[in-house]
Nanobody
Framework: QVQLVESGGELVQAGGSLRLSCAASGRSFSSYVAAWFRQAPGKEREFVAA???????AYADSVKGRFTISRDNAKNTVNLQMNTLKPEDTAAYYC?????????????????WGQGTQVTVSS
């Protein structure tokens, strides 16, 4: 199994940038699809981005061109670089993973979840 811990969330001004990290432990993370989801108060959890072990990526339309997901298998981490942040990006961001290849957008595909890290974008 894989245990995930997110970090990097904080208060940032609109238009600014932030980098989130997800540290994994347990089974080798390199064979997993890793993804970021987010959930704002009163809203459902939504897909943000995913990356598989061959380097393929997928993004939600709302973040495409602004966010970049990456992974460092040697460090067993997954990152989310967020640029040109908007107030609507404010949410708790969660790292998730499952042992597969498909860049799934459905949260129920993912077996492992981190505790979340809060991102707040002010205007």
């Amino acid at each position: 199994q894989v245990q995930l811990v997110e970090s990097g969330g904080e208060l940032v001004q609109a238009g600014g940038s932030l980098r989130l990290s997800c540290a994994a432990s347990g089974r080798s993370f390199s064979s997993y699809v890793a993804a970021w989801f987010r959930q704002a108060p009163g809203k459902e959890r939504e897909f943000v981005a995913a990356i598989n072990w061959s380097g393929g990526t997928a993004y939600a339309d709302s973040v495409k061109g602004r966010f970049t997901i990456s992974r460092d298998n040697a460090k067993n981490t997954v990152n989310l670089q967020m640029n040109t942040l908007k107030p609507e990006d404010t949410a708790a961001y969660y790292c998730a993973a499952y042992p597969g290849m498909i860049l799934a957008r459905n949260q129920f595909t993912y077996d492992h979840w981190g505790q979340g890290t809060q991102v707040t974008v002010s205007s």
